[in-house]
Protein backbone atom coordinates (compact mmCIF):
# COMPACT_ATOMS: atom_id res chain seq x y z
CA UNK A 1 0.00 0.00 0.00
CA UNK A 2 1.53 3.25 -1.36
CA UNK A 3 1.70 5.98 1.21
CA UNK A 4 2.40 9.75 0.84
CA UNK A 5 3.62 12.16 3.29
CA UNK A 6 3.97 15.68 2.38
CA UNK A 7 6.68 18.44 3.97
CA UNK A 8 7.74 21.47 3.74
CA UNK A 9 4.55 23.79 4.20
CA UNK A 10 5.17 26.82 6.58
CA UNK A 11 4.42 30.49 7.02
CA UNK A 12 5.99 33.43 4.20
CA UNK A 13 5.36 36.31 3.82
CA UNK A 14 4.16 37.45 -0.09
CA UNK A 15 7.14 37.59 -2.24
CA UNK A 16 8.92 34.44 -0.60
CA UNK A 17 9.43 30.96 -1.47
CA UNK A 18 8.42 27.44 -0.15
CA UNK A 19 9.57 23.67 -1.14
CA UNK A 20 6.94 21.72 -0.86
CA UNK A 21 7.82 17.71 -0.74
CA UNK A 22 6.03 14.31 -1.26
CA UNK A 23 7.92 11.20 -0.27
CA UNK A 24 5.98 8.06 -1.01
CA UNK A 25 6.61 4.72 0.60
CA UNK A 26 5.35 1.31 -0.44
CA UNK A 27 5.66 1.98 -4.39
CA UNK A 28 8.30 3.53 -6.69
CA UNK A 29 6.56 6.43 -7.89
CA UNK A 30 9.10 7.21 -11.45
CA UNK A 31 5.60 5.01 -13.02
CA UNK A 32 2.90 7.01 -11.81
CA UNK A 33 0.87 10.11 -12.53
CA UNK A 34 1.27 12.51 -9.88
CA UNK A 35 -0.30 15.67 -8.83
CA UNK A 36 -0.63 18.88 -6.35
CA UNK A 37 -3.80 19.66 -5.44
CA UNK A 38 -4.70 22.97 -2.76
CA UNK A 39 -8.05 23.50 -0.59
CA UNK A 40 -8.22 26.75 0.98
CA UNK A 41 -10.74 27.71 3.74
CA UNK A 42 -14.55 27.60 2.81
CA UNK A 43 -13.47 26.95 -1.21
CA UNK A 44 -12.91 23.70 -3.17
CA UNK A 45 -10.16 21.81 -3.57
CA UNK A 46 -8.26 22.72 -6.74
CA UNK A 47 -5.28 21.57 -9.29
CA UNK A 48 -1.93 23.37 -8.90
CA UNK A 49 0.16 20.89 -10.65
CA UNK A 50 0.76 17.45 -12.41
CA UNK A 51 3.79 15.67 -13.65
CA UNK A 52 3.41 12.76 -16.58
CA UNK A 53 4.25 9.36 -15.91
CA UNK A 54 7.39 8.19 -18.11
CA UNK A 55 8.30 11.61 -19.66
CA UNK A 56 7.63 13.58 -16.70
CA UNK A 57 6.46 16.34 -18.47
CA UNK A 58 4.81 18.84 -16.54
CA UNK A 59 1.19 20.58 -16.25
CA UNK A 60 0.36 23.64 -14.51
CA UNK A 61 -2.62 25.76 -13.56
CA UNK A 62 -3.07 29.08 -14.56
CA UNK A 63 -2.43 30.42 -11.01
CA UNK A 64 0.51 28.36 -11.09
CA UNK A 65 2.21 28.62 -14.48
CA UNK A 66 5.91 30.55 -14.19
CA UNK A 67 5.98 30.64 -10.22
CA UNK A 68 6.09 27.26 -9.55
CA UNK A 69 8.01 23.70 -10.25
CA UNK A 70 7.06 20.55 -10.59
CA UNK A 71 9.58 17.74 -10.22
CA UNK A 72 10.20 14.24 -9.32
CA UNK A 73 13.72 12.82 -7.86
CA UNK A 74 13.37 8.73 -8.42
CA UNK A 75 15.99 8.21 -6.45
CA UNK A 76 14.20 9.45 -3.57
CA UNK A 77 11.13 8.45 -4.24
CA UNK A 78 9.77 12.11 -3.54
CA UNK A 79 8.34 15.02 -6.05
CA UNK A 80 8.83 18.21 -4.77
CA UNK A 81 6.92 21.79 -5.90
CA UNK A 82 9.32 24.60 -5.78
CA UNK A 83 6.61 27.56 -5.26
CA UNK A 84 8.15 31.17 -5.93
CA UNK A 85 7.08 34.31 -5.68
CA UNK A 86 3.96 34.07 -3.26
CA UNK A 87 0.88 35.39 -3.07
CA UNK A 88 -1.88 35.82 -0.07
CA UNK A 89 -3.86 33.99 -2.37
CA UNK A 90 -1.62 30.97 -2.12
CA UNK A 91 -2.28 30.14 1.27
CA UNK A 92 -4.12 26.62 1.46
CA UNK A 93 -3.41 23.46 2.85
CA UNK A 94 -1.39 21.35 -0.20
CA UNK A 95 -2.60 17.83 -0.74
CA UNK A 96 0.19 15.80 -2.63
CA UNK A 97 -1.64 12.61 -5.13
CA UNK A 98 -0.71 9.60 -6.87
CA UNK A 99 -3.05 7.63 -9.67
CA UNK A 100 -2.49 4.44 -9.44
CA UNK A 101 -4.30 3.71 -12.19
CA UNK A 102 -2.04 2.23 -15.74
CA UNK A 103 -4.14 4.19 -17.84
CA UNK A 104 -4.01 7.63 -15.97
CA UNK A 105 -0.72 9.00 -17.86
CA UNK A 106 -1.34 12.72 -16.62
CA UNK A 107 -4.63 13.79 -14.58
CA UNK A 108 -5.80 17.39 -13.49
CA UNK A 109 -8.87 16.26 -12.15
CA UNK A 110 -8.82 15.24 -8.80
CA UNK A 111 -11.27 12.14 -9.02
CA UNK A 112 -8.40 10.75 -11.27
CA UNK A 113 -6.06 10.51 -7.88
CA UNK A 114 -6.61 7.60 -5.66
CA UNK A 115 -3.81 7.98 -2.74
CA UNK A 116 -3.35 11.31 -1.12
CA UNK A 117 -1.09 12.78 0.91
CA UNK A 118 -2.65 14.74 4.37
CA UNK A 119 -1.57 17.86 3.63
CA UNK A 120 0.91 20.85 4.55
CA UNK A 121 -0.39 24.09 5.30
CA UNK A 122 1.19 27.18 3.55
CA UNK A 123 0.06 30.48 4.73
CA UNK A 124 1.76 33.57 2.95
CA UNK A 125 1.34 36.77 4.89
CA UNK A 126 0.69 39.88 3.15
Known amino acids: QVQLVESGGGLVQAGGSLRLSCAAS????????MGWFRQAPGKEREFVAA????????YYADSAKGRFTLSRDNAKNTVHLQMNTLKPEDTAVYYC???????????????????WGQGTQVTVSS
Open 26 to 33: GRTISGYA
Open 51 to 58: IRRGDDYT
Open 97 to 115: ALASAAYTSLATVAREYDV
